[in-house]
T-cell receptor, first 113, second 112 residues
């Protein structure tokens, strides 16, 4: 079964701290791994994405780390801010799957002052 | 440039009824995907439409059906509603079948 397992379910981080969210997948055909951010009442918005030919991708305060052999990838949010408080979803799609995404169950992040 | 718009934003139906949800894709996008997001869960892929043809389907029964129109807008139809169909239905458009997804704000369906 094509699954993406995400942890933790919820996370509280102090302002300025590092938020880390982890995902693991089973399907070795997956070749595109995006992270989405969702605020209450809004649809998910693409934050950052990676393909398995690189082990890390950084965009501003957001970094994806990818471990192909372990079939795991993670999102790191550096210098976390209260405005980062949202639900984060990892996702994956495979060759021929295009943008037909399999999502994780989500992590509710709260950044406290 | 307008984003993805969905209607209605909220609706309540009773078990056994039918519902139609609508989506207008972002300008320049020819592909529409539908996702179901149950409370506290990640979105689940229902199906995708590319150039008015169904282009992939997730693990949803045939009572979930869709259409894409020549202007690339789309409808999601659900027949014989069940209580478990209560969810946020998200529409996403993209430039093509592999492009970045841009999501609308969703239609929240409650089935009583």
């Amino acid at each position: 079964q094509q699954q993406v397992k995400q942890s933790p379910q919820s996370l509280i981080v102090q302002k300025g701290g590092i938020s880390i969210i982890n995902c693991a997948y089973e399907n070795t055909a997956f070749d595109y791994f995006p992270w989405y951010q969702q605020f209450p009442g809004k649809g998910p918005a693409l934050l950052i994405a990676i393909r398995p030919d690189v082990s890390e991708k950084k965009e501003g305060r957001f970094t994806i780390s990818f471990n192909k052999s372990a079939k795991q990838f993670s999102l790191h949010i550096m210098d976390s801010q209260p405005g980062d408080s949202a639900t984060y979803f990892c996702a994956a799609s495979g060759t021929g799957g295009g943008n037909k995404l399999t999502f994780g169950t989500g992590t509710q992040l709260k950044v406290e002052l | 440039e307008t984003g993805v718009t969905q209607s209605p934003t909220h609706l309540i139906k009773t078990r056994g009824q039918q519902v139609t949800l609508r989506c207008s894709s972002q300008s320049g996008h020819n592909t529409v995907s539908w996702y179901q997001q149950a409370l506290g869960q990640g979105p689940q892929f229902i199906f995708q439409y590319y150039r008015e043809e169904e282009n992939g389907r997730g693990n949803f029964p045939p009572r979930f059906s869709g259409l894409q129109f020549p202007n690339y807008s789309s409808e999601l139809n659900v027949n014989a509603l069940e209580l478990d169909d209560s969810a946020l239905y998200l529409c996403a458009s993209s430039r093509d079948e592999g492009g970045e997804l841009f999501f609308g704000e969703g239609s929240r369906l409650t089935v009583l």
